[in-house]
């Protein structure tokens, strides 16, 4: 009892400290860091909520991009057309990107696997195909995005959102649903022989993990000031929350975080050396990282410690 205490309070100061030095952090730092933390905190949402749907529910989502680019538009209209502040705007576009979820859940129901994973690629496309043809938002050569909110007020509100993400996730999974979550990944048909309501447990997992890629939709293009379908709507946001995922460490807290840490990193980099190359690079990483260890920088150091434990 006394180290469960113990265990908990430690845990609390050390939140404590890291929301302390993240808030303070942009007051110190010129604006191209502090836009480096905000790409870091919305690809760490994405990472963490796609970890969430692939490895703890077993849906590997190859059309996430579509509740990206989904999010991105609606919160766009919102704040250009619509005159809406951009944390309202954020907010309508989540509740959206559920309804969303919740209209697509069908794939849930009838799919899975491969037929899955291609048929949420299949709904982006036509989310793709609808905005491209929709001039309301300029079709297919995009909208600018106008939002007063200034870099800071973008970086405080990326922070709650990734901080959030981990949060409920990080609930989720210690929950008794994390239980079943683990028990439908591993073999949902053996999982509902035991009694587990496998289409509502993964239905749950699918809003939440839309209502968090809306917001990282809606946020990045707020800060881009510009949108369009091929922008929105891009595999490379799967590409780069798979990457994320894979390279941090599967079913673990810290992986996605490590792992979007490391994507945001290579974005930036080529994006100024070579654009263009970013998704092969990711690719080649994936590849890389996957047979050196399998189960990511993160499973690797944990079996590391282990074993020197063990010594």
């Known amino acids: 009892m006394i180290k469960t205490k113990f265990k908990f309070k430690r845990n ?33 949402t994405m990472a963490n909520v796609f970890d969430l749907l692939s490895s703890y529910s077993g849906m590997l989502a190859l059309g996430f991009h579509g509740f990206i680019g989904f999010g991105g538009y609606v919160t766009s209209i919102a704040t250009t057309y619509w005159g809406f502040s951009a944390l309202p705007s954020l907010l ?20 899975r696997g491969l037929y ?41 509100i990326s922070l709650a959102f990734a901080l959030i993400s981990i949060f409920t996730s990080y609930t989720l999974i210690r929950s008794r649903i994390g239980l079943r979550l ?27 993990s839309s209502i968090f890629a809306g917001f990282s939709g809606g946020l990045y293009f707020i800060y881009s000031n510009f949108i369009s379908p091929g922008a929105a709507f891009s595999f490379y946001w799967t590409l780069s929350a798979i990457a994320a995922v894979a390279i941090g460490g599967r079913r673990t807290t810290l992986g996605p975080i490590l792992g979007a840490f490391i994507v945001v990193l290579l974005r930036q980099t080529f994006l100024t050396l070579l654009p263009g190359l970013s998704a092969l690079v990711y690719g080649i990483l994936i590849i890389i990282v996957l047979f050196l260890f399998p189960h990511g920088i993160i499973g690797y150091i944990g079996t590391f410690l282990g074993k020197e434990k063990q010594k």
Request: charged share 5%; proline share 3%; aromatic share 16%.
């Open 116 to 156: 899955f994973a291609v048929g949420t690629l299949v709904t982006a496309q036509i989310l793709f195909y609808w905005f491209q043809s929709w001039t309301y938002v300029g079709g297919g050569y995009g909208m600018p995005v106008v939002s007063y909110v200034t870099l800071h007020g973008l970086y405080y």
């Open 92 to 111: 309508l576009s989540g509740a959206l990107c559920a309804l969303l979820a919740l209209a697509t859940s069908f794939l849930i129901s009838k799919m």
């Open 12 to 44: 609390l100061s050390l939140i404590l400290a890291i929301l302390i030095v993240a808030s303070l952090m942009p007051l110190g730092l010129p604006p191209a860091y502090i836009t480096l933390l905000f790409l870091f905190y919305i690809y760490m």
């Open 182 to 208: 683990k028990a439908i990944a591993d073999d949902d048909l053996a999982a509902s022989t035991y009694g587990i309501d496998v289409f509502k447990t993964k239905l749950l997992c699918w809003v939440i």
